[in-house]
């Protein structure tokens, strides 16, 4: 049996873009290696467009039903409920000119398991306990080798996504490079229990990196170690000695739980896209958690993907449409890289690196540096340039849009017609250019948009702006017919 798509890995971006497939009308079936959930608490939270994309489709109430109690708890660990770059923590979490674009707190596996009940509810094939351990790309189709507690399986699919984790086996296999930088840090973090805790210094930036620790928690980013990292679960002596020479101090350890032990590697695969082969997350990037951004990153790789292979796998997909997920994607997966890069060199030990650290923490006090820091962290700076963009059109065409709070009918939101997971036209008065797309797509009519630069905007199923049209202004309605057939595909 030959399946439309399989989707490899059941972490955040194989249930998102799972749940989004499922969405745009494409069965997908997942395979995870795994026979539960893993339990460690990688990811605090999701950044703003994570956030946005899974509000658009209806989980917004969950994720904000925890925000109180986690902020406060990651105020105890970090010493601030400020965010960090570098572990400089002075970036206001709200941007002053758009303050409710911001991230959620909330733990990995919770987050899981919210996706997860979302996977269920919409009857997702997803088989555990399933690793893909060979892949066989043709012109028509992939196979894919599966083992199983029954034994080796042959699955075939249309299409396959390795969102399979930053070890990614459907990269190796399918033939994908994979090159960027090697760590000058190893991080280990884990729950603990302590002799003498007292020893400790506070949190901070010290000899050999940084410490951080609160009741029962402790990390070290350790910049002494040298390649020689020991493989397998960390141990109480492994952790005993980073923190030796993390902090200086002889420490004595005796327990160690949800130990977690990471570097700064900073790798991306050199396309997300070999023929009927695609790659989403970790797989397609991997580099330091500095800054929480692998989330963000990932699940806006999945919500880019999902609806341009939904219409491939449909046969609608306007010329070029797959092969925009890795152009669009590449770049902003190349920026992330290139920001954790620089917090590890600001991170390193050594009066080089105090002096720039300096140099960079003043900066952060300017108000328009700081929102800098927040649009960097958050993604917000994402702009993709669409060939049909002058440079004297719509600043916002390319860019993510924020949760409109638009007029029609009493108050709504535009997260609260996107459930759909079409795209959207949110206007005053319809332009006779969309006419030939109604089939496609969601149109809003409303009395104000809730947006001063906005009279009228088409949001992709992605969330990014298409086309747009400002206040004052009549509608382009040849550019807006070229973004929606760019997009859509020819009319109907
Ligand atoms: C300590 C730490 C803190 C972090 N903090 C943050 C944060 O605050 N904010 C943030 O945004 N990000 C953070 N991250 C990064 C974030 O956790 C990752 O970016 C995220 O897990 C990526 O999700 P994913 O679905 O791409 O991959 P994964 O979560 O790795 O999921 C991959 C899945 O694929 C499965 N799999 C692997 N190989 C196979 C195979 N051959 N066959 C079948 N299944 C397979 C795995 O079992 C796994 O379930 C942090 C990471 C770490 C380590």
């Known amino acids: 049996m030959s399946y439309e798509v399989i989707v490899v890995g059941a972490g955040p971006v194989g249930l998102v873009l799972a749940i989004e497939l499922e969405l745009a009308g494409i069965k997908p079936v997942v395979l995870e290696r795994l026979a ?25 109430p969950a994720l904000e039903a925890c925000q109180p109690e986690r902020q406060d708890e990651k105020k105890r660990d970090h010493g ?8 400089i923590h002075k970036i206001d979490p709200d941007l002053p000119e758009e303050p409710d674009r911001t991230g959620r707190l909330i733990w990995q596996p919770d987050l899981e398991r919210i996706l997860a009940e979302r996977v269920v509810a919409l009857g997702i094939d997803v088989r555990r306990e399933s690793t893909v351990t060979g892949l066989v790309q043709t012109a028509g189709q992939v196979a894919l080798t599966v083992s199983t507690p029954d034994g080796e399986r042959q699955l075939e699919a249309a299409y396959v996504v390795g969102c399979d984790g930053g070890h990614s086996a459907v990269r190796r296999l399918a033939g994908f490079d994979f090159p960027g930088t090697d760590p000058i840090m190893t991080a280990r973090q884990a729950q603990v229990q302590f002799e003498d805790p007292e020893k400790l210094p506070p949190s901070g930036r010290l000899e050999g990196g940084m410490l951080i620790h609160g009741p029962g928690v402790l990390g070290a980013f350790d910049f002494l170690e040298g390649p020689d990292v ?23 350890i005796t327990e160690v739980s949800d130990a977690l032990r990471f570097t700064d590697n900073a790798r991306q695969a050199g396309t997300y896209r070999i023929g009927r082969v695609l790659l989403a997350g970790d797989a397609a990037h991997v580099h330091s958690p500095n800054g929480g951004q692998g989330l963000n990153l990932g699940l806006t790789d999945a919500v880019n993907l999902d609806w341009k292979l939904a219409a491939e796998v449909r046969g609608d997909a306007p010329e070029g449409l797959l ?46 540096v700081n929102q800098y820091f927040g649009r960097l962290l958050g993604g917000l700076a994402t702009h993709y340039p669409f060939s049909y963009v002058k440079p004297d059109d719509h600043q916002l065409i390319g860019c993510y849009c924020p949760d409109l709070a638009f007029v029609t009918n009493g108050p709504s939101r535009l997260s609260n017609v996107t459930t759909t997971g079409r795209a959207v036209l949110v206007t005053s008065a319809v332009p006779e250019a969309a006419n030939g797309w109604r089939d496609r797509l969601e149109l809003v009519e409303v009395d104000s948009i809730g947006d001063d630069r906005l009279s009228a905007v088409l949001v992709r199923p992605d969330g990014v702006i298409a086309w747009a049209c400002a206040p004052g202004e009549s509608p382009d309605e040849a550019q807006l017919r070229t973004a929606l057939t760019t997009w859509l595909g020819a009319q109907a």
């Open 36 to 60: 539960e959930p893993a339990p460690q608490r990688k990811s605090r939270g999701v950044g703003p467009l994570a956030f946005e994309a899974l509000q658009r489709r209806g989980f917004g």
């Open 80 to 87: 601030s409920a400020k965010n960090h770059f570098a572990w």
């Open 230 to 252: 020991p493989r397998g679960p960390v141990t109480p002596e492994e952790l005993q000695a980073s923190v030796r020479r993390v902090a200086g101090v002889e420490v004595t």
């Open 323 to 368: 092969d925009s997920y890795s152009e669009e994607r590449h770049p902003a997966g190349a920026a992330v890289l290139d920001n954790t890069r620089a917090q590890s060199a600001l991170m390193r030990p050594g009066p080089h690196a105090d002096a720039l650290r300096e140099i960079v923490s003043e900066l952060m006090d300017i108000r328009e």
